[in-house]
């Protein structure tokens, strides 16, 4: 009979209850997977929102292989902001064979965007050469999200930011989407990352997700310097790096106060880190990203908000070494099929992976500089198969029998009229 195990708060509420069910307080969970079988279920009776224990436990449950309640997903959207009832879209029927159109969400005030506007642009220039329409649209655009065919996210994503409710509400809809909000969830998170590469065999640096109580046995494990991460940082924010007990104890305590568990991993020093894009299964592109001058980090960031990148060098993937290439593959393949940006060390020890990033950089002039048009052909080739699979499957019953008009918009600045399909862009 499957074990069901009931995760609560604290150790005072742990109770044997019976023969197949147990109670367990949050840290043992977190410590001990072994406690809970791996058919068994586990419900989540943890409290609290964003980062905390509720959800990081239906979220190592997922990493983990665990049936749980609620699941991940329904935590998500509890602490995203959205409903379960009345997010749905309207859903718009698929359009005979021809042209394709690719909605691009990008945030002009993104400091560290995915992809420039010149990028974007070429996106265009491409996809046009391609019969597929693409527009750009921003966040308040999300009403006419289902007029197109696809949505391809190109701005810094979060569980908590609109781009998790574009890409859910895409999923929803039956549109191709990258990112997928899985693809999110999972990369968004480095607890979960920590869980799920452990789980699959994948080789990373030494890593323990932590809570306060974890600190010194981190330290004591793994041996200073050591590497500090917020959860959910991105760009190197929310990465420390810890020399010494004092430090520890000083860092550890800011990361507690905005997340239950924390991620502590042994620092391993080289002059780059692999940058190698999977793209459904495959590799896409290579490069190298050398650390910020003088820093230990791809960023450096300064006190007043400015911040500096190392060099980013194209390499053509016939050059990247082998073990690289196959751990980058590897790791991709436990998120999902989507497009991925896998980090790499290439050590002594082999090819140790450091983390796996949805939306990963594509920008003109770097990371495109070996394949140049060839890399949008391919990215936008994925969607165009994506769709052409979509519109093979017959609409649902209640699918209104015809499109619906495309909006029209005012250029912001102009009195002139322009519609997405005919201007290339949704203007704001």
Not at 12 to 20: E, R
Request: aromatic residues 6%.
């Amino acid at each position: 009979m499957p074990h069901t195990t009931f995760v609560v708060e604290r150790e005072a509420d742990a109770i044997l209850a019976n023969g197949t069910t147990r109670v367990l307080p949050f840290d043992r969970y977190v410590a001990e997977p072994s406690l809970c079988p791996a058919d068994g279920l586990i419900v989540n009776l943890c409290q609290g929102g964003y980062l905390s224990s509720r959800y990081y436990c239906s979220l190592l449950g997922e990493a983990r292989g665990h049936r749980v309640l609620p699941t991940l997903n329904r935590v998500a959207r509890d602490v995203s902001g959205m409903s379960h009832s009345g997010d749905r879209p309207a859903i718009t029927p698929a359009r005979e064979l021809g042209e394709a159109r690719l909605a691009i969400l990008h945030d002009p005030g993104d400091p560290h965007p995915p992809s420039r506007r010149q990028t974007l642009e070429r996106f265009r220039r491409v996809g046009s050469d391609m019969n597929i329409a693409v527009d750009l649209i921003r966040h308040d655009d999300r009403a006419w999200l289902t007029r197109f065919d696809a949505l391809f996210i190109r701005e810094t994503t979060s569980v908590v930011h609109p781009s998790f409710r574009y890409a859910t509400a895409a999923r929803i809809a039956g549109m191709p989407v990258m990112d997928d909000p899985r693809s999110i969830l999972r990369c968004c998170n480095k607890v979960f990352l920590a869980e799920i590469l452990r789980r699959h065999g994948v080789a990373t640096p030494r890593t323990r997700v932590i809570d306060g109580g974890g600190l010194t046995a981190a330290a004591t494990e793994m041996g200073y310097p050591l590497v500090l991460k917020s959860p959910d940082g991105c760009s190197s924010l929310g990465v420390f790096k810890a020399m010494n007990a004092d430090e520890l104890a000083a860092i550890g305590a800011t990361l507690l106060r905005s997340s239950r568990l924390i991620v502590a991993q042994e620092y391993v020093q080289t002059e780059f880190d692999w940058r190698i894009a999977i793209l459904a299964g495959r590799p896409l592109f290579a490069c190298r990203y050398r650390m910020a001058r003088g820093h230990w980090q791809i960023f450096r960031h300064a006190p007043n908000g400015t911040s500096e990148e190392g060099a980013t060098e194209a390499v053509a993937l016939p050059n990247v070494p082998a073990p690289v290439v196959d751990a980058a593959v590897q790791a991709a393949r436990t998120i999902g099929d989507g497009l991925y940006g896998v980090d790499i060390k290439e050590t002594p020890r082999g090819a140790l992976v450091i983390e796996v990033n949805d939306n990963p950089n594509i920008d003109e002039g770097l990371e495109d500089a070996m394949l140049g048009d060839a890399l949008y052909r391919m990215v936008l080739g994925e969607f165009a198969r994506r769709v052409a699979a979509r519109r093979s499957v017959p609409p649902p019953a209640n699918t209104p029998p015809r499109h619906p008009p495309r909006p029209a918009f005012v250029e912001r600045g102009t009195s002139r009229l322009i519609t997405p399909m005919a201007s290339g862009h949704v203007p704001r």
